[in-house]
């Protein structure tokens, strides 16, 4: 279930090269699972921007996003105080009850989606390993604040500098027995060609409502049509049509 509110903007704050976090003020009951998402209303555009949930409390809602195009950079120059229509509540999220050691594996803009994933595992006393993947190290947020949660971590950057020198699968653990991953397709493929387990792919994908009326994020699985953004944006890597 869904629901359309005002929030207020608490900060908004530039934390890496062209990424921002915003937290907004707002009723937050309708979040109920790490990798939903918000989809955020901005004057003079049609349609709404979906960003995934980095964090939620019962006040609270913490987005990370990156300033790709003209929307997202209407919402870079946005100040504390002002107000947004938003949408939440939206698209499945993750099934936290698999596995007892699991590696998340969080990509560019994918990586936030991990940090309540990771909080929430954490909780319910699995040990995850987190790996995050970036071009460069100028583009690295959220690794100390994945640490301060007590999880294991791992930083790639393809052009190794820092971390480790290469892409997320580089720095896949030895021992794990299910993952969850957020992030670009060309890193999904990487991912599912090396992969050993069953895990959860949260896919990243234009949309037009954000809450399954317009079917404009439909694909095909393996057990029929979905959409992304209801049925999704979560999937189980035996449903997946490659």
């Known amino acids: 279930m869904y629901k359309q509110n005002i929030y207020k903007i608490l900060s908004n704050k530039k934390i890496a090269k062209d990424v921002f976090e915003m937290v907004l003020e707002g009723d ?19 349609l709404r921007r979906p960003i995934s949930v980095c964090d939620y409390d019962d006040t609270t809602v913490t987005i990370i996003y990156k300033v790709v195009g003209e929307g997202t950079e209407m919402m870079s120059a946005l100040s504390a105080g002002e107000a947004l229509d938003v949408l ?6 993750y099934d936290i009850s698999q596995g007892t050691k699991p590696m998340l594996i969080g990509g560019g803009v994918g990586v936030p989606p991990m940090y309540n994933l990771c909080k ?10 987190v790996i995050l993947g970036f071009n460069t190290k ?4 959220y690794e100390d604040e994945f640490k301060a949660l007590g999880a294991e971590v791992r930083v790639a ?7 480790i020198k290469g892409f997320v699968t ?8 299910y993952f969850y991953t957020c992030g670009p397709m060309p890193m999904f493929r990487a991912i599912e060609a090396k992969v050993a387990t069953s895990g959860q792919y949260s896919f990243e994908e234009r949309m037009g409502c954000g809450f ?12 029929g049509n979905k959409r992304i953004c209801k049925d999704g944006p979560v999937l189980v890597r035996e449903e997946i049509i490659w």
Request: proline share 3%; hydrophobic share 30%.
């Open 88 to 93: 939440t509540g939206l698209g499945n999220g």
């Open 120 to 129: 929430k595992l954490i909780v319910a006393g699995q040990k995850p390993v």
């Open 28 to 46: 937050t009951q309708y979040i109920t699972a790490p990798g939903q998402f918000i989809n955020i209303q901005l004057d003079g555009k049609f």
């Open 170 to 177: 580089d720095a896949f653990s030895d021992d794990y027995d």
């Open 212 to 223: 399954g009326a317009c079917m404009g994020c439909s694909c095909k699985t393996k057990y």
């Open 138 to 141: 100028d583009e690295i947020f």
């Open 157 to 163: 950057t393809a052009d190794g500098s820092y971390g």
